[in-house]
């Protein structure tokens, strides 16, 4: 009896499976979707910013303070030429950001670094240019193992 009901439950399942054929689906959606899952594509594919850190060196507002904003950023690119540094204008701000630092702890030791000509600076959380990549491509570095 066991046996009977075992082979029949095989015979149906496997009809079963015979049964199944291969879907197709049509998805009827806005031509627009698809404008701006491009656009999205687009966007992120040319981000040209990250968030991280950066350190800010100088920052005054009124007279004179684009000059003493861009020797501020002179000196400092003569003394770190290696280390991006930034003058910008939020108003009514003139403002140098140096670095560009993926986490807060990098920023923090660069500050450390720093701290003795630039005693009145301090991190900030802001977008920051991306790295770049240098030394094998991932196609070598498997090859070399």
Not at 114 to 125: D, M, S, W
């Amino acid at each position: 009896m066991r046996l009977s009901l075992l082979v029949s439950l095989l015979f149906f399942c496997g009809l079963q499976a015979l049964a199944q054929q291969a879907g197709y689906i049509n998805i009827n959606a806005d031509n627009r979707i698809e404008l701006l899952m491009d656009k999205y594509i687009y966007l992120n594919r040319h981000q040209s910013t990250l968030d991280g850190w950066r350190v800010q060196i100088f920052f005054d507002s009124g007279a004179n303070s684009k000059s003493r904003a861009t020797e501020s950023l002179n000196r400092f690119s003569n003394r770190y030429p290696e280390t991006g540094a930034y003058l910008s204008f939020k108003e009514p701000y003139f403002r140098v950001r140096v670095g560009d630092f993926r986490t807060r702890l990098e920023a923090e030791g660069f500050l450390q670094e720093i701290h003795a000509l630039y005693p009145n600076a301090f991190t900030v959380n802001d977008k920051i240019n991306p790295p770049v990549l240098t030394g094998s491509t991932p196609t070598e570095a498997v090859q070399e193992r």
